[in-house]
């Protein structure tokens, strides 16, 4: 669900793992728990809350004229200084020029009007294109979001920058990002995400020197889905756009909403005939509202625009639904448009074959950056688009996907794109002519054998090179972690003990998928047993066959601890962490288990200290944490992580929140104030903050001041139960009564 709203929770803003499928590390049924915080300061169950929140080569045409060696001299002196200055002088202006990258998720290319569509969704971006470069072949080395938008950010391919899913890798700060580049230059940078896919916490911040990456979404959506829709996504931006004044700047800016779940504003259901359209048309809207307001300003009439999706979307072709685990061009190819300051090259549009990691190059080009020392793998595009290269800019393209080996134990995908063709490397190896064949219908594999084969050495050869080359971004433990694993009772860092994965084609698991896309539909429409069930069901099938999807694991969890049958969620957990022991999230979510819905307390601990010795990024670990700790009156220990989460996310509005309230436990009110405040301007559309406020000078016996602030509480939260209680004891005491909150 899109829509933002609020409430309040112990969690304040949750945080969580993120794939391309759904969520299975939270459970809306842990959401609805005590504080124990809370409950020792105004003894009240809250509910839920989520906020985040190239010189010129003017060539001189020369008359060879008869005159005296003097006027020659002159005439050199003259075109010399003349061609300095000209060079200075555009060199300055194209420094001065600001640059806006929008990047939008899950939009196919044949959904765009510009790419071929007679759906007319996208009249906004058709606009753009018209007075701009189109890229007709643009490929995303991988269809999946938070790779994608790293090869984007780095001009590098997965194999390079390591990243290779979502959730579980983090941009290793050795890497040099385009927003860093761009800051080093003295620009301003700053970005708007709409995914907690690009959350801060896996390293896509990084040059920026503002990263808007809070979310907000309904109380019963899990947190590793969290995104904000595309009006919000445009009003962030044009806040920060302002904020940038008149100085230049680099602005990325992301929108989700074509991702699924497809749910646009009524009037788009309406026109279109499907919502996943719909959603398209909503962001192509209010992109254009954001550009609107940008050609207002004077910075932004010279802005160089950069539009391009992430990747694709698949709707049944080669039985794919979604995006992720196949690459097809469903999902690889995406929209590429570029407007120039004076919409320079206005109308120009190129075949040849391109990707996402050219953005870097190509900018750096633009802008006389010097680049070289960065091994960008992406090529600039500016040769191309100024006619004086019309090659093909790569040699062959390369794209992957590992999701299936991460997710499931599978054999992993990989995919050399040559002249129009395209060899998948998997188990059974398929080769498309996909010049001739658009839609992939015709595996041309056998009746083309020796082209295949050509490519799949080529293949392999570039991958050996580039696996020397591939910087560490995956989040992993460290001895001292794996310990406390194997204290806990499991086996740390074991091999997997699946079939091998060069025996699993994913095309032969495609009845997983499936089962997965049908459990998530079920579960969205209520019915969790029917999800339970078939989920299960798949489970049995796969360890009967000897293939285990770990995977399924997790969602099975996620579902029992939906209904609140916590020891099956329990078992789940610990099947899938004994094949995934890395992965932080889940340990976390078996800490809110322990600690929100069985109250052990100690075991839950252990866990969240697990989840940061992992990933000391997770930012409401370090709230659990302080909950739990305080549940036991480990004030020292409970001070200590506070403050520590608050030295990584001094603004973060959980841990403000909890460490007020642990300051107002141990009589410290005043300090606690100072926390409230801060986390009150923070975010001011959530009621906590104002509920502890009142609760303090409630106990000071300003009751005018503790009222005012309990009804602007109930005026963000009519009906909060934490706020109507203490204006219930408000009135109670000024009528007598003695009862304390």
Known sequence: MKQSQWGLSRRFAPHGDTTSRPPFFSSPALRHSHSPALLAVVSLESTECIVEFHLIKNPLHTIIISMNKRIIMLLIAGVVIASVLLWWGFSSRTEEKSVVLITIDTIRADHVGVYGSSLHATLNLDAVAQSGVVFRNTFTPVPITLPSHVSILTGLYPTRHGVHTNGVYKLNPRITTIAEQFRKQGYLTGAVVASYTLNSRFGVQEGFD???????????????????????????????????????????????????????????????????????????????????????????????????????????????????????????????????????????????????????????DYFQFDCTGLGLQGTSLLPLISGND???????????????????GWAPLFAYLKDGWKYIQEVRPELYNYTADPVENHDEYERNRSKADRFATSLTVWKTKEKSKEIESSLKMDSESLEKLQALGYIAGSPQKTQPISLVDAKDMKTTIRILDQSTALLGGGKVQEAIGIVEGEIVRLEGLGTPAPYLYAIAAQFHASIADLDKALDYYKKYLAVNPNNATAYLAVARIYGDMKHDYPKAIEYLRTAIALDNKIVEAYSMLGDYLIELRRNKETEQVLKEGLRLFPDDYNILNTYAAFLILTKRNG???????????????????????????????????ALELTEKALYISPGNPAALRIKEKIQSERWGGTSSP
């Open 671 to 705: 300090e606690a104030i100072t926390y409230l405040e801060h986390a009150r301007d923070k975010v001011p559309e959530l009621p906590d903050a104002y509920i502890y406020l009142a609760v303090i000078y409630l106990r000071k016996g300003e009751q005018s001041k």
């Open 390 to 408: 019309k090659k093909q800019p790569h040699e062959f393209l390369y794209a992957e996907s590992l999701l299936s080996q991460n997710d499931f």
């Open 210 to 364: 503002i990263f808007v990456d809070q979310m907000s979404v309904a109380s019963k959506m899990p947190s590793e889905t969290a995104q904000i829709i595309a009006e919000e996504v445009t009003k962030r931006s044009l806040k920060v756009l302002e904020g940038f004044g008149e100085k230049k700047y680099f602005l990325w800016i992301h929108y989700f909403d074509p991702h699924s779940p497809y749910t646009p504003p009524m009037k788009y259901l309406q026109k279109f005939s499907d919502p996943y359209t719909g959603e398209i048309a909503y962001t192509d809207e209010q992109i254009q509202v954001f550009l609107d307001a940008l050609s207002s300003t004077s910075s932004g009439k010279n802005a160089l625009v950069v539009i391009i999706g992430d990747h694709g979307e698949s709707f049944g072709e080669h039985e794919e639904n979604g995006h992720g685990y196949f690459l097809y061009n469903t999902t690889l190819k995406i929209p590429f448009i570029m407007q120039f300051p004076g919409k320079k090259y206005a109308g120009l549009s190129f075949n040849q074959e391109v990707l996402t990691l050219d953005i870097f190059p190509t900018l750096c």
